[in-house]
């Protein structure tokens, strides 16, 4: 799994609770992702980071925030969940462009 | 927005047939693509990649084409087999920090 851990794995949560989602690494890549994946849609960038404490927003970041104070964690926060925030959840890591990515093996999350 | 896409939802294909996954791209801009397999309640796999400078790639059962004339990329997977059963997706770079997924095509084989 490239080095990569997500936790939880899973996680039943109430609506309006914070939840946080934890990504470690052990490859010291620059780039880390957080992507949700849903049925018919995909995986679906939430937000990225290219170093410590350098985050951007992904094409659905509305009511997600992330935290990285170090290389290898990448924390996904979701600071009121909704039940649209049902999902599984996907980490990744990359050296950039023209190499691939590698992907955590998920969290699955019920709001 | 910019979009990739694939044009078939399910694929079902007799073992040992060949298959072949087809996806869409918008962005005339984008010069790296990958495929990915998912297997159920796993992440993503790389399976191969290509670079926009060249035609076709293969790898061990797999070959990957593009036409950046029509803007499209398939993959190809000889002599299928029970294992190859998984969704499959697309991915496509164009010089940033982000990789844009499809939606995924589910591949079944069929004993």
Redesign the interface.
């Known amino acids: 799994?490239a080095g990569i851990t997500q936790s939880p794995r899973h996680k039943v949560t109430e609506t309006g609770t914070p939840v946080t989602l934890r990504c470690h690494q052990t490859e010291n890549h620059r780039?880390m992702?957080w992507?949700r994946q849903d049925p018919?849609?995909?995986?679906?960038?939430i937000h990225?980071s290219?170093g410590v404490k350098d985050t951007d927003k992904?094409?659905v970041s509305d009511g997600y925030s992330v935290s990285r104070s170090k290389t290898e964690d990448f924390l996904l926060t979701l600071e009121s969940a909704t039940s649209s925030q049902t999902s599984v959840y996907?980490c990744?890591i990359?050296t950039?462009?023209?190499t691939?990515?590698?992907?955590?093996?998920?969290t699955r999350l019920t709001v | 927005g910019e979009s990739v896409g694939l044009h078939l939802p399910t694929l079902s294909v007799q073992e040992g047939d060949n298959s072949i996954i087809n996806c869409a791209y918008s962005n005339s801009a984008s010069d790296y693509f990958i495929w990915y397999k998912q297997e159920s309640g796993k992440g993503p796999q790389f399976i191969i990649d290509i670079r926009s400078n060249m035609d076709k790639r293969q790898g061990q059962r797999v070959t990957v084409l593009l036409n950046k004339t029509v803007k499209h990329l398939s993959l190809q997977i000889a002599a299928t087999q029970p294992g190859d059963s998984a969704v499959y997706f697309c991915a496509e770079n164009f010089g940033n920090e982000k990789l844009t997924f499809g939606t995924g095509t589910r591949l079944t084989i069929i004993p």
């Not at chain 1, 691939?100 to 998920?106: D, L, P, R, T, V």
Request: hydrophobic share 30%; no cysteine.
């Open positions: 799994d780039y992702y992507y018919g849609h995909g995986l679906r960038l990225y290219y992904g094409e996907f990744a990359w950039g462009t023209n691939e990515a590698f992907f955590g093996q998920g």
